[in-house]
Structure formats: structure tokens, C-alpha cells
């Protein structure tokens, strides 16, 4: 348990102390000067008013707002832009709608988050539960798409998806259609797809594997994961024929074959989700004594035989130190898909069920290129079904996981 809760406290520390990084970047001042910096990457939830910069990587931390900045940015990552625009905030949760149809406009100055550039451009606003999006084109200046949810008289809920009516007035054209229209929904993922959509080109060229396979490599990661643990099996022995009960520990070095597949949540690859199923054997016995009052003591020998099929799976965080080197922890689960547990008691087994069970799983690693070496713990988990009256089992293991990544 104290080495589970110290690895568990160095995972979050770690993130903590990772979880901003200054990006290569920019912004521009309002007399239009464009001066590249390192900017403060906080993987903005909600659109700023601020940004801290530093003019290199090793300078003094310095600040810039929307009264000084046109514009700032993150190469490949992330644009800003300050307009003053009219916007609607009226609220999106169902027990405080109102009861207009019509949206509520006050005149504000904000940084938009440029989403779609081209032809037609689209930006985002986000503000805690609030996200309006905005659109502008060469002969319509910038305005806010309009999506408003309200309440009729007789108490129901109605939409004003008036934002369809203005694409198919203002950004349509021969790759768009009403269809595309008719159940776009009022969220980022749509309207991203229709914008790219209308500034697409005409003439496509064809998509190269080579290219393919590179857009596969910044979503997912496909690795060979074999492990190697020092594992401990525990054994409850009950009290029997007056005799006291015990509890019987042995460790010994164990192997697990398996894959790992890593989905990333992000273009950074900062954030994701794995999945390693693995095959795991154990087998281990010990002697132990069972004393009784005015008898002597007896001694046993206990052996237990464990075999499982597991997945485990979680969320992973990681950041680079560089360009070829990544530092990640693990929090999950890992959970005995189908397990095969013997017990045997001075050779006569026992008649124990298998039971499939999920322990905690905490990971602290390194990857370098394709190589990944990953320190990990998995909590005590019971293999065995068991009562107050008869054996028990659990099982827990730390040790080290490789990788190899296919892609």
C-alpha cells in the first residue's frame, strides 16, 4: 500500500510539474508588429484575455492582453485573433432558458480561435459553458452564427437554428449542399467539417500511402509490450480442527506477452487512451506452520498456479523533452478478462473458484523514438472466490514494460 500511494503521488506530481510547456509562437502588436517568442502553451479551455510569453526559452516570463495584441499564436497548433464582435450569451442550460427567440447582442472585444482559415474563415468563443462560433467571408464581415434554445408558451423547448439559413446564404457553393445543411449540428466537429469542405479545391490531388500512413501515426501508436515483474501471490489460510488460521506470502520473478494500442487525444500527442491486452503466468509455492494450544505445531506446504488473460487500459499523459524524447505516466485499470487459479494444499488441491478481478494501475515511463520503457504497479486484486470461512488469494505486481512501436 505505501508503495502504491508513493508511485501514485510521483504520477500526479509529475504532471503537475508538466503540464504547461512554452511553444514556438508569435503575436502581433496593434501598430502590427509581429515578434516570435515562446508562448505559454495552457491548452486553453476557454478563450484568453491574456497570454505570458518569454522572449526566449531560458528569458524572464513577461505577459501580454487583448488591449496590446491583435493576434497571437502557437505555430501549427493554435491561432488567436481579437475582434470586436456582437455576441449572444444567452445561457444553453435547459432550467434557465428564456423565452425569445431572438438572440440578445451586446458589443464585446475578444480573442476568436481561428478554426477553419481560407475563403471563408470560422473562430470559436468558449467561456466556461458558453461556445458561440463566428464565421466571415470576403463580402460578409465577421458575425456570429446564430444557435439559441428557448421556451414556448406551452412549456417546451424550442431551437433557433438560424445558423443553417446563413450558411446557405453566405458559404455555400458547388462542394456544399442543403444536405450538408439539414442535420448539421451547432458544434465544432460540423461546422469544421462544412468549412473545410467549401474551401476545399477543385482539383484533388490523389492521397499517397506514405501520407496515409503518417495521418495514422498522429492518431494512434500500435507497440509489442512484453513485461517483466516481481509479482506476489498471498494465501489465506482459514482456522481449522482448533487449529489457528495463517496467511502465506511468496514472490517470485514473472513474465506477461502483450500488445498495446495508444490513441491519441490530441495533435500534440500529450494526452491519450491505451489499451494492453497481455497473457500472465504465476506459480509458486511455501511452507508454512499452523500452531495449536498443547499440540504441536504443523507444518504444510502451498502452492498456487495463476494464469490470466488481462487488459489494461487507462489514460495517459506525457510531454516531450525534446524532439525524440517523451516522458508519460499511466492511471488505469487492469482487469482479468478470464483467469485460471490452482491451489494445492501438501499435494491434494483445493476446490477454490477462479474469479476474474481489476486491480489499480499506476505507470511512470520514458519513450525514445519508437522505444518505450515503462516502470508499472498493479494494486492487490483477489483471484480466488472466498468467504470468512474458507481460502483466499490476491495477487499484485510491479516490474517493467517494454515497447516497440510498429507505426
Given at each position: 500500500m505505501k508503495l502504491h500511494f508513493t508511485i501514485f503521488l510521483f504520477a500526479i506530481s509529475t504532471i503537475v510539474s508538466a503540464q504547461f510547456k512554452f511553444e514556438k509562437g508569435y503575436f502581433i502588436s496593434n501598430a502590427g508588429t509581429r515578434t516570435n517568442c515562446y508562448i505559454k502553451d495552457v491548452n486553453w479551455n476557454s478563450n484568453p484575455k491574456t497570454f505570458e510569453y518569454k522572449a526566449q526559452e531560458e528569458s524572464e516570463l513577461k505577459e501580454q492582453g487583448i488591449s496590446a495584441v491583435s493576434e497571437?499564436?502557437?505555430?501549427?497548433?493554435?491561432?488567436?485573433?481579437?475582434?470586436?464582435?456582437?455576441?449572444?450569451?444567452?445561457?444553453?442550460?435547459?432550467?434557465?432558458?428564456?423565452?425569445?427567440?431572438?438572440?440578445?447582442?451586446?458589443?464585446?472585444?475578444?480573442?476568436?480561435?481561428?478554426?477553419?482559415?481560407?475563403?471563408?474563415?470560422?473562430?470559436?468563443?468558449?467561456?466556461?459553458?458558453?461556445?458561440?462560433?463566428?464565421?466571415?467571408?470576403?463580402?460578409?464581415?465577421?458575425?456570429?452564427?446564430?444557435?439559441?434554445?428557448?421556451?414556448?408558451?406551452?412549456?417546451?423547448?424550442?431551437?433557433?437554428?438560424?445558423?443553417?439559413?446563413?450558411?446557405?446564404?453566405?458559404?455555400?457553393?458547388?462542394?456544399?449542399?442543403?444536405?450538408?445543411?439539414?442535420?448539421?449540428?451547432?458544434?465544432?466537429?460540423?461546422?469544421?467539417?462544412?468549412?473545410?469542405?467549401y474551401n476545399d479545391k477543385k482539383e484533388q490531388k490523389p492521397v499517397k500511402k506514405e501520407a496515409v500512413k503518417a495521418n495514422i501515426k498522429e492518431i494512434i501508436a500500435l507497440r509489442i509490450a512484453p513485461g517483466f515483474f516481481q509479482s506476489t501471490a498471498s494465501?489465506?489460510?482459514?482456522?481449522?480442527?482448533?487449529?489457528?488460521?495463517?496467511?502465506?506470502?511468496?514472490?517470485?520473478?514473472?513474465?506477461s506477452i502483450g500488445a498495446e494500442i495508444e490513441f491519441y487525444l490530441n495533435k500534440k500527442k500529450s494526452f491519450g487512451l491505451f489499451l494492453n491486452p497481455a497473457y500472465h503466468t504465476f506459480k509458486g509455492d511455501e511452507t508454512y506452520t499452523q500452531s495449536r494450544t498443547f499440540f504441536p505445531e504443523?507444518?504444510?506446504?502451498?502452492?498456487?498456479?495463476?494464469?490470466?488473460?488481462?487488459?489494461?487500459?487507462?489514460?495517459?499523459?506525457?510531454f516531450f523533452t525534446n524532439k525524440n524524447s517523451?516522458?508519460?505516466?499511466?492511471?488505469?485499470?487492469?482487469?482479468?478478462?478470464?483467469?485460471?487459479?490452482?491451489?494445492?494444499?501438501?499435494?491434494?488441491?483445493?476446490?477454490?473458484?477462479?474469479?476474474?478481478?481489476a486491480g489499480i494501475l499506476i505507470g511512470v515511463g520514458y519513450s525514445y523514438k519508437k522505444y518505450s520503457l515503462e516502470f508499472r504497479y498493479i494494486s492487490k486484486k483477489s483471484i480466488v472466490e472466498s468467504s470468512n470461512t474458507s481460502f483466499s488469494a490476491k495477487y499484485q505486481r510491479a516490474g517493467i514494460v517494454l515497447g516497440y512501436n510498429f507505426l
Open positions: 497571437f499564436g502557437i505555430d501549427n497548433i493554435v491561432t488567436f485573433k481579437r475582434f470586436k464582435v456582437m455576441i449572444d450569451r444567452s445561457t444553453d442550460e435547459i432550467r434557465k432558458l428564456g423565452k425569445s427567440n431572438k438572440p440578445d447582442f451586446h458589443e464585446e472585444e475578444l480573442f476568436l480561435k481561428l478554426l477553419v482559415p481560407g475563403k471563408v474563415n470560422l473562430y470559436m468563443y468558449r467561456d466556461g459553458g458558453i461556445t458561440r462560433f463566428f464565421y466571415e467571408t470576403e463580402k460578409v464581415p465577421l458575425e456570429q452564427l446564430i444557435y439559441l434554445r428557448y421556451i414556448v408558451a406551452s412549456g417546451d423547448m424550442a431551437t433557433n437554428n438560424y445558423f443553417r439559413q446563413q450558411l446557405l446564404q453566405n458559404v455555400s457553393n458547388s462542394y456544399t449542399s442543403q444536405k450538408d445543411l439539414k442535420n448539421m449540428k451547432y458544434r465544432e466537429s460540423d461546422l469544421t467539417k462544412y468549412f473545410l469542405k494465501i489465506g489460510i482459514p482456522a481449522e480442527n482448533f487449529y489457528s488460521g495463517s496467511q502465506v506470502s511468496f514472490g517470485k520473478a514473472t513474465l504443523q507444518m504444510h506446504q502451498i502452492g498456487l498456479s495463476y494464469k490470466s488473460f488481462e487488459i489494461a487500459s487507462g489514460i495517459r499523459y506525457g517523451k516522458v508519460f505516466t499511466n492511471l488505469g485499470i487492469s482487469y482479468d478478462l478470464s483467469a485460471d487459479v490452482t491451489i494445492h494444499r501438501d499435494g491434494k488441491f483445493l476446490p477454490l473458484k477462479s474469479q476474474t478481478s
